[in-house]
């Protein structure tokens, strides 16, 4: 059932890869950056638990772990990301036909992953800001420095998995786009 594509389908899968390569190029490298500076600001926040203060609050301790798991779900989601675009740019126009590519299907892990990153890197930031406003209106200002770099940490990985979002949504609209 190999059957050759006709014009129009042709037009909507090199307009697809091109869309792929762009996402590929620019949105995984974005990712990449937000998610190391993420990285730094949460080790940073760990070296200053371990050496500088003590923070033992509910808050702290929730918005520290779901960093954590945040963190992890980006790098799976970059992982999901560069292979499946790295496959998909590989197919040749000429004999892949929309049922091969099964791009859908692929970019489906890649949302999954990155709205579970979202929900958990929210959840995080619920924690810590509302940590932050209880220090803030105690006025217990010691340990607050910490707080905000675990809440940098929190908007840089949600920032980039708003960013992979974004770049799934934009290469199915792709693939929905009658030519």
């Known amino acids: 059932m190999n059957e050759p594509m006709s014009p129009s389908v042709r037009v909507a899968v090199e307009r697809m890869k091109s869309r792929l390569r762009l996402t590929r190029r620019f949105g995984f490298w974005f990712q990449g950056v937000l998610g190391a500076t993420a990285l730094l600001l949460w080790l940073g926040f760990l070296v200053g638990q371990n050496t500088l203060y003590r923070d033992d609050s509910t808050g702290a301790f929730i918005a520290f772990w779901f960093t954590l798991f945040t963190l992890l779900t980006l790098a799976a989601g970059l992982f999901f990301n560069w292979r499946y675009l790295l496959q998909a740019e590989r197919c040749s126009v000429s004999a892949a036909t929309p049922s091969q590519l099964d791009l859908p299907k692929q970019l489906q892990w890649v949302t999954y992953v990155s709205l579970t990153g979202a929900f958990l890197a929210l959840i995080a930031m619920e924690a810590q800001v509302g940590e932050l406003l209880v220090r803030l209106f105690t006025r217990t200002l010691s340990t607050q420095t910490a707080g905000v770099l675990l809440l940098a940490a929190n908007i840089n990985v949600t ?17 929905d786009r009658e030519p």
């Open 159 to 175: 920032f980039a998995h708003f960013v992979c979002l974004a770049g799934v949504l934009w290469i199915t609209g792709a693939l």
